[in-house]
């Protein structure tokens, strides 16, 4: 596969960095490989030392980013009664039940993140083959399954994440755009990893962080050292 030249700088910057010790360096480095013509959403990945076919390591969380994600989130909110006007005062963007549920089946999906009351979870629960796939299934572990209305939007509309981890025994979480400072990233990225370290499993064997990138959507990865990097974020 070829890569353009400003690719190619970029790999180069990277690849010369090799694995950096600490946030402010890989966040240094990956505004400088931020190179498209938009503004890139900046991801931290990580693979760790979990088995996700045992329950017990399943390692699931949120965390509301101090900057946000640089990204507005259309939030809906599925409920009934005054529980509309709840949403609507804490800033959903759509509020409502059975209508809201009839467009979903017919196949309307324009929103980013769906919290439902637990009294309709028997009716959304029939569309989990429609949200499940694209990660917008309200459930209770992400908050997004709560009585608590006001709470669950403005967390969302502040920039609250949920990360997971894959089969591969990956997590990967967005911490801002390009155009953040290194101020912002920097402290987003530290929110989220002290949080992934937090849900460390008791189960898990051995070094918990096996390895650990920042990367741009068009850059390349920049590698930090795990350990150096988890150490720093734990305090």
């Known amino acids: ?27 240094k480095l990956v505004k400088q490989t931020a190179r498209a013509k938009f503004d890139e959403t ?17 390692v699931r969380g949120t965390v509301v980013l101090p900057h946000g994600t640089g990204k507005s989130l259309r939030v809906l909110v599925l409920c009934k009664g005054d529980k509309i006007k709840e949403a609507q005062a804490a ?13 979903i089946q ?3 999906l324009e929103v980013d993140a769906i919290v439902a009351t637990p009294d309709l979870m028997g009716e959304v629960g029939k569309l989990g083959k429609v949200l499940g796939p694209r990660g917008l299934m309200p459930n209770p572990k992400s908050g997004t399954v709560t009585f608590d209305i006001a709470k ?10 949920e990360f997971r981890v894959d089969k591969g025994a990956n997590v990967h979480a967005p911490i801002g755009k390009a155009s953040f400072s290194e101020q912002q990233l920097l402290e987003n990225a530290d929110a989220f990893l002290k949080e992934l370290v ?11 962080i096996r390895s650990l990138t920042m990367s741009s ?7 930090m050292d795990p350990s150096a990097v988890a150490a720093e974020s734990a305090h």
Do not use: C
């Open 1 to 27: 596969m070829k890569h353009g030249k400003r690719y190619r700088v970029a790999a180069e910057l990277a690849r010369q960095a090799g694995a950096v010790q600490n946030l402010a360096a890989a966040v």
């Open 42 to 58: 900046i991801v931290v990945s990580s693979h760790l030392g979990v088995d996700p076919r045992h329950s017990d390591q399943l």
């Open 91 to 103: 800033g959903a963007d759509f509020a409502g039940a059975e209508e809201f549920i009839q467009k």
């Open 106 to 108: 017919g196949g309307w």
């Open 152 to 161: 669950a939007v403005r967390e969302l509309k502040a920039g609250k994440i």
């Open 198 to 208: 937090r849900m460390r499993p008791a189960g898990a064997k051995g070094h918990y």
């Open 217 to 223: 959507t068009m850059g390349p990865g920049i590698s």
